[in-house]
């Protein structure tokens, strides 16, 4: 996930996301909150995540089954 290609852009998903995330910014002085909104791609191999401040990216598929059984504890189901 080190080489992920964040693009700068404000993405319009054709669906609700299937799970929210919020973490709070470390190093931060500040009540900061990064939010991340995540879906599984339509043929459930690949994750895509959107920022509060509207970075997109698309995962690769093992970066994709690597992160998403770290924040479910389950397996990506294909």
């Known amino acids: 996930m080190k080489n992920a290609n964040w693009i700068n ?3 319009e998903m054709v669906r609700y ?5 919020q973490f709070p910014f470390k190093n931060s002085s500040e009540n900061k909150i990064a939010s991340y909104s995540l879906w ?3 043929n459930g191999e ?3 995540i959107v920022t509060d401040s509207d970075k997109y990216v698309k995962l ?9 059984e770290i924040l479910t504890g ?5």
């Open 74 to 78: 389950e397996k990506l189901i294909k």
């Open 60 to 68: 690769t598929k093992q970066d994709s089954e690597n992160l998403y």
């Open 17 to 21: 996301a299937d799970y929210q995330f």
């Open 9 to 11: 852009k404000k993405i």
């Open 46 to 48: 690949n994750l895509e």
């Open 40 to 42: 599984v791609s339509q």
